[in-house]
């Protein structure tokens, strides 16, 4: 047998390589803009058109690449931030693997133009799928222009599983918004289809918050401080009533760069622990600022994981600091500092301070409850009265609802053990499940996971033939989303009034809710818009994701009936009948079980002598 092992052509390897990197549009943009801020750039622009799919360019007046600079950083493995293997570990810039314009020139027509400040003419290079078609002089200004044309043009499998432009102009605006957050000495404006998204200028971090979420963020930020040997925070956290339903306002940037930690965001939750509701999610914007050498952000390919040295100890710092923050919140706004600090008494001098008299009434008896006392007071003494046991009539009382007959209600089955259930009465116990009698035993139904299939069911139904009921509000609410959240709701916009959904943008992150669909519960317009979203985000990443079904199911947990609520006979009827009209009764929209069965024999069995 000949040999079968051998190198593979760069070509591959790029592509391969990209496969890590380069995800989708948002990847590469990500990668093109933390090289700008590595260029030490006061000015960084973004242009993309088609959510990316078209066009991406990044225009930055950093400090540019010489002739032989350009062409050298689309070798693969060409970096100048690290010589040696001891430089992993004191990295303070973003890029360094020296990957990512390898791998965005192996799937992509790209244009770079760059000019350092000492050269006359700057570099014009052109190159398509890792090859290089042109080189030569221009006139460009100072600083780089990076252009990427049709990304995947020639992986066209990759290209296919991108998502709509709307849910990839999210992935791009959450990438933009988490490098200008880190960076807010450098300005940043984001163009699509020749709009202009963001136009961030030179702040502080507050100015850039501020600009990125809205002026309305500017009363809801509490600073949040704390320098110790390990770590020094600084930033701003939520006050406890803006808190979302919705995820997406949640940053950790440890040394200028965004990170994800799901244990340090824990960190972070714990601290509003009963001063928010269960689901709702608090706004934090913290930095982190850390010794390189305790932190190895060489984990992962696209550098949002870190692993810290001691992890633990930052968990217990941030959630002290936060804490501690907002204990100082809560207590300022019962101080009232434009007040003198003397304390006004009214004292008069001329009056002898004498003690407080007491008054004792000593024939004052608690028991006599024959006469009042001559205190003015009646008392009359407690009596015990002892526990009557309950006779069998009011026993029988407690478990008679399984006979009566006025409270019938037919179960059909046709799948369920292969028989057909009797006329039997329903109950509801602990006003969170439905028991009911059939031939064979006893069915249990958890009542909100029956109501949620229902739903799921009328919802893609109403989607698929496009008449869903709307309830019309009587004054139409105004919603203000991200940017992020924004271009979701967009992208969902035809799938939301299919249900009963009756909104229209107004402005560049606001949509107006007239109506909403008739089923939904009693939460406001704005709470039911958040809990969808972020249902829908949590859905999204699931292998077998389908847009439809995922707004029903969202949809249909947000509006289903929860446990607590008490149901009179004729709604558990109705329930049971409708869940057996569907067509998959026994499970919900996410897989759980409605009905759990008890047989005869298993009851039997549970009362057997062990």
Same mark, same amino acid.
């Given at each position: 047998?000949?040999?079968?092992?051998?190198?593979?052509?760069?070509?591959?390897?790029?592509?391969?390589?990209?496969?890590?990197?380069?995800?989708?549009?948002?990847?590469?943009?990500?990668?093109?803009?933390?090289?700008?801020?590595?260029?030490?750039? +006061?000015?960084?622009?973004?242009?993309?058109?088609?959510?990316?799919?078209?066009?991406?360019?990044?225009?930055?007046?950093?400090?540019?690449?010489?002739?032989?600079?350009?062409?050298?950083?689309?070798?693969?493995?060409?970096?100048?931030?690290?010589?040696?293997?001891?430089?992993?570990?004191?990295?303070?810039?973003?890029?360094?693997?020296?990957?990512?314009?390898?791998?965005?020139?192996?799937?992509?027509?790209?244009?770079?133009?760059?000019?350092?400040?000492?050269?006359?003419?700057?570099?014009?290079?052109?190159?398509?799928?890792?090859?290089?078609?042109?080189?030569?002089?221009?006139? +460009?200004?100072?600083?780089?222009?990076?252009?990427?044309?049709?990304?995947?043009?020639?992986?066209?499998? @990759?290209?296919?599983?991108?998502?709509?432009?709307?849910?990839?102009?999210?992935?791009?605006?959450?990438?933009?918004? @988490?490098?200008?957050?880190?960076?807010?000495?450098?300005?940043?404006?984001?163009?699509?289809? $020749?709009?202009?998204?963001?136009?961030?200028?030179?702040?502080? #971090?507050?100015?850039?918050?501020?600009?990125?979420?809205?002026?309305?963020?500017?009363?809801?930020?509490?600073?949040?401080?704390?320098?110790?040997?390990?770590?020094?925070?600084?930033?701003?956290?939520?006050?406890?009533?803006?808190?979302?339903?919705?995820?997406?306002?949640?940053?950790?940037?440890?040394?200028?760069?965004?990170?994800?930690?799901?244990?340090?965001?824990?960190?972070?939750?714990?601290?509003?622990?009963?001063?928010?509701?269960?689901?709702?999610?608090?706004?934090?914007?913290?930095?982190?600022?850390?010794?390189?050498?305790?932190?190895?952000?060489?984990?992962?390919?696209?550098?949002?994981?870190?692993?810290?040295?001691?992890?633990?100890?930052?968990?217990?710092?941030?959630?002290?600091?936060?804490?501690?923050?907002?204990?100082?919140?809560?207590?300022?706004?019962?101080?009232? #500092?434009?007040?003198?600090?003397?304390?006004?008494?009214?004292?008069?001098?001329?009056?002898?301070?004498?003690?407080?008299?007491? *008054?004792?009434?000593?024939?004052?008896?608690?028991?006599?409850?024959?006469?009042?006392?001559?205190?003015?007071?009646?008392?009359?003494?407690?009596?015990?009265?002892?526990?009557?046991?309950?006779?069998?009539?009011?026993?029988?009382?407690?478990?008679?609802?399984?006979? *009566?007959?006025?409270?019938?209600?037919?179960?059909?089955?046709?799948?369920?053990?292969?028989?057909?259930?009797?006329?039997?009465?329903?109950?509801?116990?602990?006003? @969170?499940?439905?028991?009911?009698?059939?031939?064979?035993?006893?069915?249990?139904?958890?009542?909100?996971?029956?109501?949620?299939?229902?739903? #799921?069911?009328?919802?893609?139904?109403?989607?698929?033939?496009?008449?869903? $009921?709307?309830?019309?509000?009587?004054?139409?609410?105004?919603?203000?989303?991200?940017?992020?959240? #924004? *271009?979701?709701?967009?992208?969902?916009?035809?799938?939301?009034?299919?249900?009963?959904?009756?909104?229209?943008?107004?402005?560049?992150?606001?949509?107006?809710?007239?109506?909403?669909?008739?089923?939904?519960? $009693?939460?406001?317009?704005?709470?039911?818009?958040?809990?969808?979203?972020?249902?829908?985000?949590?859905?999204?990443?699931?292998?077998?994701?389908?847009?439809?079904?995922?707004?029903?199911?969202?949809?249909?947990?947000?509006?289903?009936?929860?446990?607590?609520?008490?149901?009179?006979?004729?709604?558990?009827?109705?329930?049971?009948?409708?869940?057996?009209?569907?067509?998959?009764?026994?499970?919900?929209?996410?897989?759980?079980?409605?009905?759990?069965?008890?047989?005869?024999?298993?009851?039997?069995?549970?009362?057997?002598?062990?």
């Amino acid at each position: 047998m000949g040999d079968i092992i051998q190198l593979l052509p760069d070509s591959v390897a790029n592509q391969i390589a990209a496969g890590e990197v380069i995800q989708r549009p948002a990847s590469a943009i990500k990668e093109l803009l933390e090289n700008s801020v590595d260029a030490s750039a +006061c000015q960084v622009k973004l242009i993309i058109k088609d959510a990316g799919k078209t066009l991406i360019q990044v225009i930055d007046d950093g400090t540019g690449m010489s002739e032989t600079d350009a062409r050298m950083c689309f070798e693969r493995h060409a970096t100048s931030k690290i010589k040696k293997a001891e430089d992993l570990y004191g990295i303070t810039s973003m890029g360094f693997r020296g990957e990512a314009m390898a791998s965005i020139a192996a799937i992509a027509q790209c244009e770079l133009k760059s000019r350092t400040e000492n050269e006359d003419l700057g570099t014009k290079i052109l190159i398509e799928g890792s090859v290089l078609k042109k080189q030569e002089e221009d006139g +460009c200004a100072k600083g780089t222009s990076f252009s990427i044309k049709n990304l995947f043009f020639n992986v066209p499998a @990759r290209r296919k599983f991108l998502k709509s432009d709307p849910v990839e102009t999210r992935h791009i605006v959450d990438e933009f918004q @988490r490098i200008a957050l880190a960076n807010p000495q450098v300005a940043f404006s984001m163009h699509h289809n $020749n709009n202009q998204v963001f136009n961030l200028h030179q702040g502080t #971090f507050k100015q850039r918050i501020v600009g990125i979420f809205g002026k309305n963020f500017e009363n809801k930020l509490v600073p949040i401080e704390e320098e110790t040997n390990i770590v020094n925070l600084s930033g701003f956290i939520g006050k406890p009533e803006s808190a979302k339903k919705t995820r997406g306002e949640q940053f950790l940037i440890v040394n200028n760069r965004f990170i994800k930690s799901p244990y340090l965001h824990n960190a972070t939750q714990k601290a509003y622990q009963e001063l928010i509701h269960t689901g709702y999610h608090p706004s934090y914007f913290i930095n982190m600022s850390i010794n390189p050498q305790l932190i190895d952000i060489n984990i992962h390919p696209t550098k949002t994981e870190i692993k810290f040295q001691d992890e633990r100890s930052i968990y217990a710092i941030i959630r002290s600091a936060v804490k501690q923050s907002l204990g100082k919140y809560n207590i300022s706004p019962s101080l009232d #500092f434009d007040q003198e600090e003397t304390i006004a008494i009214n004292i008069n001098p001329h009056k002898p301070i004498a003690a407080p008299a007491i *008054q004792v009434n000593t024939e004052f008896n608690p028991f006599d409850n024959e006469h009042e006392n001559k205190a003015g007071s009646s008392y009359s003494k407690p009596t015990l009265t002892p526990i009557q046991a309950s006779n069998n009539e009011n026993w029988q009382e407690l478990y008679s609802g399984f006979d *009566q007959e006025e409270s019938t209600q037919q179960v059909i089955s046709s799948d369920w053990e292969n028989k057909k259930t009797e006329t039997t009465s329903s109950s509801q116990i602990h006003n @969170r499940y439905i028991i009911s009698q059939i031939k064979s035993g006893i069915i249990l139904i958890d009542q909100q996971k029956a109501h949620e299939r229902i739903l #799921f069911e009328s919802y893609i139904k109403a989607i698929e033939n496009n008449q869903g $009921n709307s309830q019309q509000q009587l004054f139409p609410q105004t919603v203000e989303l991200s940017l992020g959240d #924004f *271009q979701l709701l967009k992208s969902l916009e035809p799938e939301m009034k299919s249900v009963g959904f009756d909104i229209s943008e107004f402005g560049k992150s606001c949509y107006i809710v007239h109506g909403i669909p008739s089923e939904s519960s $009693n939460e406001s317009a704005s709470e039911l818009l958040e809990g969808i979203l972020e249902e829908f985000k949590e859905s999204e990443n699931e292998i077998t994701f389908d847009k439809n079904n995922a707004v029903a199911k969202s949809l249909a947990k947000r509006s289903a009936i929860k446990p607590g609520k008490k149901l009179s006979q004729l709604e558990i009827n109705d329930l049971i009948d409708q869940l057996f009209a569907c067509e998959m009764p026994y499970s919900a929209p996410n897989g759980e079980a409605t009905i759990i069965t008890l047989t005869l024999d298993e009851l039997n069995r549970k009362f057997e002598k062990k």
